[in-house]
């Protein structure tokens, strides 16, 4: 996301969000939590309803998502990495365009880099 659109986006674990991160939770921030795997589903649908008692976005991304838009199949633990980046690359997308951008288009940079 902050290639393709030019907005800050990190990928981690529920328990290191909790320890820096969740500091930052306020009204302009959103959080995609996704539910994972049975071992750690619970941890992250309470990370989940605890950013919402903090006031932030957040939705979960998984089979129980209330949102269509974030529902996954449930078709298996071998499968989940590939169908949890489908919303994410929507939500490239979405922001792109809203930012009249051309996803993944780099403006400043080169896809190779050739100095250190």
């Known amino acids: 996301m902050k290639e393709a659109d030019h907005f800050h986006a990190e990928g981690m674990s529920s328990a290191a969000f909790r320890h820096g991160p969740f500091e930052m939770l306020g009204d302009e921030t959103f959080v ?3 539910s994972g795997d049975a071992r750690t589903k619970d ?3 309470r990370l989940l309803a605890d950013i919402l008692e903090q006031g932030s976005r957040a939705e979960v991304c998984g089979e129980d998502a209330s ?3 974030f529902r996954l199949p449930d078709a298996g633990a071998g499968i989940r990495p590939i169908l949890e980046i489908l919303p994410v690359q929507m939500i490239t997308l979405a922001l792109a365009a809203q930012a009249k951008r051309e996803p993944g288009r780099f403006e400043l ?3 190779v880099t050739i100095t250190e």
């Open 109 to 111: 940079a080169t896809k």
């Open 43 to 45: 941890l992250n649908v």
């Open 32 to 34: 995609l939590v996704f």
């Open 67 to 69: 949102s269509l838009a």
